[in-house]
């Protein structure tokens, strides 16, 4: 349970089946861009090219097909707002496109202090990605909370002292939730967070 929770000054998010929920098929999405193993962008960064503009433009195809069937999860509009009546910073970290993340962004009528996409050079679960958020916000991790959806949200706070990790528990394992039970508070929806920031 947070403690003083509105001496919080920052709210970081992951966007996809965090903020906004779409029907990704991770599975055939690898498939079809050829990573056996480890991450997608790692992949494609690892490519020469022309090959890697190639998969990196199916990806946005793809992507931009998932998300054009996608929605506003539940919670997220109410939760922004909580957090700007109480003057906290909101920031965006995602593995997304700039240009697709603002879509979405749009979509949710966000008021967004910061927007941090793999366009920037940097990406979940490495520390580079989660630093340059905090550093846009001008915040240490300790003033803020981080809100994601899956292990890789989980990994990408990890190295950082947040005042509460939040995941949403849709796709987490037991042993996973096991493991992370004193470092993580798992919800069920985005309205769970406004609870426990509101200290009910």
Not at 36 to 62: A, Y
Not at 112 to 128: A, I, Q, S
Not at 159 to 188: A, L, W
Request: hydrophobic fraction near 40%; include cysteine.
């Amino acid at each position: 349970m947070l403690k003083n929770s509105f001496s919080l000054k920052g709210a970081i998010f992951d966007l996809d089946g965090t903020l906004f929920v779409s029907p990704y098929n991770w599975k055939e999405i690898k498939r079809r861009l050829g990573v056996r193993e480890g991450l997608i962008l790692d992949h494609l960064n690892s490519l020469e090219e022309p090959e890697r503009s190639r998969k990196f433009k199916l990806l946005e195809k793809m992507e931009r097909e998932a998300t054009s069937k996608g929605k506003v999860a539940e919670g997220a509009k109410e939760l922004i707002n909580f957090l700007k009546d109480r003057n906290v910073k909101i920031g965006v970290l995602t593995n997304n496109s700039r240009e697709l993340a603002k879509k979405l962004i749009s979509k949710i009528k966000i008021p967004l202090d910061v927007l941090v996409t793999r366009d920037d050079g940097v990406y979940k679960p490495y520390p580079e990605a989660m630093n340059r958020a905090l550093s846009l916000l001008g915040l240490k991790s300790e003033e803020c909370i981080y809100v994601g959806d899956n292990v890789l949200d989980i990994k990408a706070a990890e190295p950082f002292t947040f005042r509460n990790v939040f995941i949403i528990d849709k796709v987490i394992s037991e042993e996973v939730k096991k493991e992370y039970k004193n470092k993580v508070v798992f919800v069920n929806s985005l309205f769970e967070v406004i609870e426990f920031l509101d200290g009910k």
